[in-house]
């Protein structure tokens, strides 16, 4: 099983959501497992990678024999899309590999991805495209800041044109004082949810249920 956390945008949550989604599933008793295939901002170390194995290695043992270079095989301390950041090639064929190698190590394995659904790997090759490639469904953060429905809305059709499954999930941090009235009415009439309970979200991604 594997699950990539994506977002509408970059610091919007996905680490933060990625360490709760490993709580939740050992709450199961599922092992979890953590792979963040990329990581800019590295100085020195990959912060966000490293959050993720310390609470992986909490839950499965497994984990405790894996290193950080192997969680975050590409690692580049300009914190810029990888585009940008990057100073060598990126191994496509590699990023899919380890997932499957990481995922022998665990009952589920959630992959972090960098930034939002349209940051630039190469230049014709996008964060969507990896998740596609390691055919993986998706969990979508959006913030509850003003301005959010639009980045919503411009992330869902993006997985719904590459054919990917996904679930969302509205991290309640930025102007959640004002979400109920600025942003929760049009997602309650125009889709159906307002999804701000992740473990209600987890249990629909273990039922199958990305209706």
């Known amino acids: 099983m594997r699950l990539f956390i994506t977002a509408t945008n970059t610091s919007i949550g996905k680490t933060v959501t990625t360490l709760r989604l490993i709580e939740l599933a050992a709450s199961k008793g599922l092992k979890p497992g953590c792979y963040k295939p990329i990581e800019t901002g590295c100085v020195p170390i990959p912060h966000d990678g490293s959050k993720l194995l310390e609470k992986c290695q909490e839950f499965n043992e497994n984990f405790r024999k894996i290193s950080i270079e192997e969680i975050v095989p590409y690692r580049f301390p300009l914190p810029a899309a990888p585009f940008v950041a990057k100073k060598e090639s990126i191994d496509r064929d590699l990023l899919i590999q380890r997932a499957s190698e990481l995922e022998n190590a665990c009952d ?35 913030p509850s800041r003003l301005g959010s429905i639009n980045d919503t809305l411009l992330s869902r059709t993006a997985l719904q044109s590459k054919g990917i499954d996904y679930l969302w999930y509205v991290n309640l941090y930025e102007d959640k004082e004002d979400f109920e009235a600025v942003t929760a009415p049009y997602y309650k009439e125009c889709l159906g949810e307002v999804p701000t309970d992740l473990a209600s979200v987890f249990n629909r991604y273990l039922h199958g249920d990305f209706s």
């Open 108 to 142: 589920i394995l959630f992959i972090e991805g960098a930034g939002g659904l349209m940051v630039p790997i190469e230049c014709d090759y996008f964060m969507i495209d990896l998740i596609k490639d390691l055919s993986s469904p998706a969990l979508l953060v959006s």
